[in-house]
């Protein structure tokens, strides 16, 4: 079976950090590519940030230089450092499992930046 569980949203203020957790099972983690995305409230889901199974790396560029995406394959866990939040940032964030048997979705964490 498997399990995305994201950690690690809540309530910020602007200017402040988080760090989001995915932590996966049931997947060949270290082979797939990973990625987290968002979606606030009226809009549509879309990507954050990627990573391959060799630890390549694309942003948005709405979050490029503020975000940093990395992964540990020995936990099977990625990770989502988010720096300088705006209110903007305020959104479900969802991790995703990519791979040729199928792609896979964490249930979300909720991250809201006040002003």
């Known amino acids: 079976q498997v399990q995305l569980v994201e950690s690690g949203g809540g309530l910020v203020q602007a200017g402040g950090s988080l760090r989001l957790s995915c932590a996966a099972s049931g997947i060949m983690f270290s082979s797939n590519v990973m990625g987290w995305y968002r979606q606030a409230p009226g809009q549509q889901r879309e990507l954050v940030a990627q990573i391959t199974r060799i630890g390549n790396t694309d942003y948005a560029a709405s979050v490029k230089g503020r975000f940093t995406i990395s992964r540990d394959n020995a936990k099977s866990t990625l990770y989502l450092q988010m720096n300088s939040l705006k209110p903007e940032d305020t959104a479900v964030y969802y991790c995703?499992?990519?791979?040729?048997?199928?792609?896979?979705w964490g249930q979300g964490t909720q991250v809201t930046v006040s002003s």
């Open positions: 995703k499992s990519l791979s040729s048997y199928g792609d896979y």
